[in-house]
């Protein structure tokens, strides 16, 4: 399950909608990075891993925008990318299995 939440930053009133999770709970499966170059947080889309005639296949995580943008896991509580201020959970945005 994935839920995504409005995130807002008080100080210089950036947003985005994302899931604030490390993408390692069992029950949900966000992930959530924030681009040192885009200065943006970022939901990536099924980030997990699969398996195809035996061999076992690791998707890895990047920024959508650039093969070679620096990027970490953002987890709430977290700054803001662009102030680096505290970023504030808003509502829940989206939620589906």
Not at 63 to 88: A, D, L, N, Q, Y
């Amino acid at each position: 399950m994935v839920k995504l939440f409005k995130f807002h930053c008080d100080a210089c009133g950036y947003e985005a909608i994302v899931s604030g999770e490390n993408g390692r709970d069992e029950i949900s499966s966000g992930l959530t990075i924030f681009c040192e170059d885009c200065k943006e947080l970022y939901e990536l889309e099924d980030h997990g891993s699969y398996t195809i005639k035996q061999k076992a296949f690791h998707k890895k995580a990047r920024c959508p925008e650039s093969f070679s943008h620096r990027f970490r896991i953002w987890t709430f509580p977290g700054v803001c990318p662009k102030c680096g201020k505290p970023m504030r959970k808003g509502d829940l945005v989206v939620s589906w299995d």
